[in-house]
């Protein structure tokens, strides 16, 4: 493994891993890895999904015991075999799904199972909110400790995971993937309140795949593929460099979008979509007006709130509408049918892909096999060894990674699950598949694979209508980029015309006000959503 010079920022060493190993059946999750922290330092832990970073950090909180290797802690080698062991040894970890309480107060979840005590051991209520009151200030976050966590969105849900990770007293904090479903400005309040702990002497291990966050707020840089630790670098390091470390090859082109001469036949068109709804700014969504044709991919952008998800949910069936149409080659779609709408060939790959898009303790062929279940039912009886015959097509067409069909889709990596929840459309034959956030919380190397897929589904003369908060990812996979704003659709740009720039003007505007961007037809142009 390559190293760096021991003049890095950060004082002396708070952990070690050395030669740690891991196997699960049928796979070696870690084969060997190193990886040092010292106080006040960030140190990223890069690396694609099914690299081992979940397996590492869960050895480290207790949640997995290593096979071999040693784990020293302040130089003394420690056994970490529970969520306790690790408290002891000043380990914290924030896991990208929060283990809080949504029935619970913010200073009820703080202090889980470790609640002051009065000396008739009751729990001392009044210690309790003072110390949580004083943990809140120090996040920045500001609510009172008596607040039911359920009453918290995502951000704050994070600050008070934080606080609880601080009232651990805790030297080490893991962080995974912390900043996935923040805004901007949340990731900057994030990302001030980590260099704060920096500076108090806290050892971070942070985990993204967002190479932009690495420079801003990283110093070394531990980067893990197929198991391994192959490289420790700085932080500064260039992200073409990172990327190749991360997946063994240079990627040359991030968004290789192989654009259609002349797109086909509309396949999918939507016309006045309305949802009446209590929004301050009035319905969920108006007027929405559009098409999508064989062969093309179309963005559909905007700010968090404008109405994507809304909109398309409605046109797989999921949501009502209370006005407008949805047509399939011409022929109208009933209103909340989604089996009508798989049944004309539509298919929606969820934002929440964990909650929505999966079976989570189902086998990946159950999963994969889900969409066209009838097909494989005859007289009532599933045809199980055809059902394996198809699933285990399609991953290996997905490069899927992975024991076996009989693996849980819970236990797989974020972009091999992203893979299963594609792959179940496209062996029900999808002519049209909505891709709601497709590579949200997922590597650099899975996307890319993700991106051919969305080629080869165009080639065949299949379409895709695609929303992502990623807007450099709207504009390099896009054919032509929808944009709405408070509810409606505020314009249309094509490849050559959509910058960040026009399609952040569009964002931001009013619905209603004179355009400074080329539009599409004005009829097409009313329409919206609130994402």
């Not at 699933?391 to 236990?411: E, I, N, P, W, Y």
């Not at 209603?512 to 329409?527: I, R």
Request: proline share 4%.
């Amino acid at each position: 493994m390559t190293g760096v010079n021991d003049d890095e920022p950060g004082g002396r060493e708070l952990l070690r891993v050395e030669g740690v190993t891991k196997s699960f059946p049928g796979v070696r999750a870690l084969d060997g890895v190193d990886l040092s922290l010292r106080t006040g330092e960030v140190h990223v832990l890069l690396g694609e999904n099914g690299a081992g970073k979940s397996t590492l950090i869960k050895m480290l909180s207790g949640a997995h015991r290593p096979d071999g290797g040693r784990l020293l802690v302040d130089g003394d080698e420690a056994t970490i075999r529970s969520a306790q062991d690790a408290e002891r040894c000043g380990i914290a970890t924030i896991y990208q799904e929060f283990n809080l309480v949504p029935g619970l107060t913010v200073a009820e979840n703080i202090f889980l199972g470790r609640q002051p005590r009065t000396k008739l051991g009751l729990v001392d209520r009044k210690a309790m909110r003072t110390r949580a009151a004083e943990l809140l200030r120090r996040v920045r976050l500001d609510v009172s400790p008596d607040t039911p966590v359920a009453e918290l969105g995502i951000a704050r849900l994070q600050m008070v995971e934080i606080a609880k990770a601080l009232s651990l007293d805790a030297r080490v904090l893991i962080m995974d993937e912390p900043t996935a479903v923040l805004t901007s400005e949340e990731v900057e309040t994030l990302f001030e309140i980590v260099r704060e702990l920096r500076d108090t002497g806290v050892g971070i291990i942070f985990i993204t795949h967002h190479l932009e966050e690495i420079g801003a707020l990283g110093d070394r840089v531990t980067v893990l593929r197929d198991g391994r630790s192959v490289a420790e670098v700085p932080a500064s390091t260039d992200e073409d460099e990172l990327i190749r470390l991360m997946v063994g090859r240079d990627i040359a082109e991030q968004y290789p979008r192989q654009r259609p001469e002349e797109p086909g036949a509309p396949l999918l068109r939507v016309r006045g979509l309305t949802r009446d709804g209590t929004t301050p700014a009035g319905p969920v969504f108006e007027g929405v007006d559009f098409e999508v044709r064989a062969g093309e991919v179309v963005g559909l952008a905007g700010l968090v709130g404008a109405g994507r998800t809304e909109v398309v949910r409605a046109i797989f069936g999921v949501d009502r509408y209370d006005a407008g149409t949805v047509e399939i080659d011409g022929k109208e779609l009933a209103r909340g049918d989604v089996r009508a709408a798989m049944r004309a060939g539509l298919g929606l790959v969820p934002e929440d892909r964990k909650g929505q898009g999966l079976v989570l303790d189902a086998s990946l062929q159950d999963n994969l096999t889900l969409a066209r279940l009838d097909r494989d039912t005859r007289g009532g009886l599933v045809d199980r060894s055809g059902q394996r015959r198809e699933a285990a097509t399609v991953a290996a067409q997905l490069k899927v990674r992975m024991s076996g069909l009989g693996q849980s889709a819970r236990t797989l990596s974020g972009g091999n699950q992203q893979k299963i929840v594609i792959g179940k459309w496209l062996l029900a034959d999808t002519r049209l598949l909505i891709l709601d956030e497709p590579t949200r919380g997922i590597d650099v190397g899975a996307k890319v694979e993700i991106y051919q897929l969305i080629n080869e589904l165009t080639a065949s003369g299949r379409a895709v209508l695609m929303i992502s908060s990623d807007l450099p990812e709207v504009l390099g996979m896009s054919d032509r980029v929808l944009v709405m704003s408070q509810g409606r659709l505020v314009g249309e740009l094509s490849a050559e015309e959509a910058t960040q720039d026009a399609v952040m003007e569009l964002a931001l505007q009013t619905p209603g006000t004179p355009k400074s961007t080329k539009q599409h037809d004005e009829s097409a142009m009313e329409g919206s959503d609130v994402h």
